[in-house]
Structure formats: C-alpha cells, structure tokens
C-alpha cells in the first residue's frame, strides 16, 4: 500500500494541496490570466469602446450599466454598438433607445449590424449618430405584435375548467384559457396601434423620415442591408472595419485604443452569438446562398 503512494505522490499531491486550497489557486489562476500576458499595448488608456447588443430583448439593465459606464468615462471619446438581435419586449428596447440618445449628445455613437437589426434593437439603436450594417443582415421589422393562444379545446379534453372573479371589463383581455371576444380584441389592438404609432414617429424624427410613408420603411417590412440603405434606415453597407474606422473619423482619434471586454461578458457573448446562430440556422434555411 505504502508502495503505491509512493508511486502516485507527485499526482496525489497536487490534486491535494489544490483541494485544500482551492480558493487560493483560483485567485491566483484568475490573476495569471488577467495580468500574465500584459504588453505595452495594453496600458495605453482605451479611447473607443465597443457594447454588444446580442439576443432577445427583455431588459435592459446590463446595457445601461455598460453604456453610463461608457458615458462617464472621460478617456472614451466614441461607442461601437454591435448589434445582432431580433428585438423583444417594448419598454426595455425604448429605454436603450434613449440611453442611446443621452450618450450621443456626449460622443459620437455608431452601430453596427452585425448579423440581425429588427423590431426592438432596431428602436433601440435609431438615435446613434449613425446606423452601418454588415451586407449579409436582416433589417427593419418595425411593428408591434401580442400573441397568446386559444387552450379552451384542449383544457376541456383533459377535464380542465377555469374559475375567475374579476372587476374591470377588459381584466381578463389576452387570456389563454378561452377565445377572445370582439371587444377584448379591440382593446389590444388600441394598446398595439399606439405602440407602433410611437415607433413609427421616434424612427421617423431619428432617421429624418415621413411618417406619412411609414408603410415604405415600416409596416413590418424586413430588408437586406442594401434595401434598408435604399428606404433610409441605415447609413452605410460595410464591415465592421469600416464601422470602426467610422466610429473614428467621429470621435477624433488619431489611433484605435478599444476597451478590453471583461472575460465573462466576452464568454456569455460567445455563448448567445452560437445559440442565435443555430436558431436563425433552422428558421431561415430556405435563405442559404
């Protein structure tokens, strides 16, 4: 027995020590990591910084963290918003839009579509100082949609009944559990109508068009990035060197000095862009070149 252990002590050893020390060596890991492979480069002080919008939109915390972060930041003179998202929930899309508004009357903001650009993060991007897209995007999408759906067949096959008690008409207006009636229809529709009459005029006022054409560059229209150039919802056609090279020429700065992305942040943006991926894979396969 004492044999063995002798054998196996230079592999037994360290699993011990690393067992016994484990928040030790994990510090010590994360240190090494970070700092281990600092070059000259890395201590010039970043002057752009480049926010990734990715995946659905429902909410917005992160984002504003990360752009008052970038707004208070002296040293950063311009933003790259990478976005590749195909919108989400309304209120969280209106508050990126305007946090947008807010940084650029700061500095310089530029998006950058770099995969998809529709509904929400659409809106939330239209105040950036200007809007480029990657060739191969999908643009536009502007319009307001609720759905639910009608279990009332279903629930009865399997014996299952509601009960409600309610005060208010329209309490029960979008419930699943039944058929909506005609007046509950009319009231969502009012809810949606004004919804998409707020998008139409916040795009319309940032992109300087007429609301009036709303159904020429709105409508839920989806376009490639030269249709969207055509009905004026982004500025540029290019890539994201051209993005940047834009961002630049707007902020002032002789050489690109980007902010390092935290390394956590980098790898849940490396998690959703491979989760996107596969999805828009399996819906828009009738697409492939």
Known sequence: MNFFKIIFS????????????????????ILVITYGNTDPKSLEKPNLQKIDLSGAIMGSSDILEKINKAKNDENIKGVLLDVNSPGGAVA?????????KELKAIKPVVVYASGVIASGSYYASIWANKIVANPGSMVGSIGVIMQSVDASELMANIGVKTQTV????????????????????????????????MFVSDVSKARNLDPKNHTQFADAHIFTAYQAKEVNLIDEVTNITGAKLILQDLAQ????????????????????????ANISTSLIQMMAY
């Open 253 to 276: 700065v002789q050489k690109q000095v980007w902010a390092k992305e935290d390394k956590i942040d980098k790898l849940m943006r490396k998690f959703v862009e491979s989760t996107m």
């Open 10 to 29: 230079p592999i037994t050893a360290p699993i011990r020590f690393i067992q016994n020390n484990f928040k030790s060596v994990l510090l010590i890991t």
């Open 92 to 100: 969280p899309s209106v508050e990126i839009a305007y946090a947008i």
């Open 166 to 197: 309610k005060v208010g008409k329209y309490k029960e207006a979008g419930t699943p559990t039944r058929a909506w009636t005609q007046y509950e229809k009319e009231e969502l529709e009012k809810v949606i109508n004004h919804t998409y009459a």
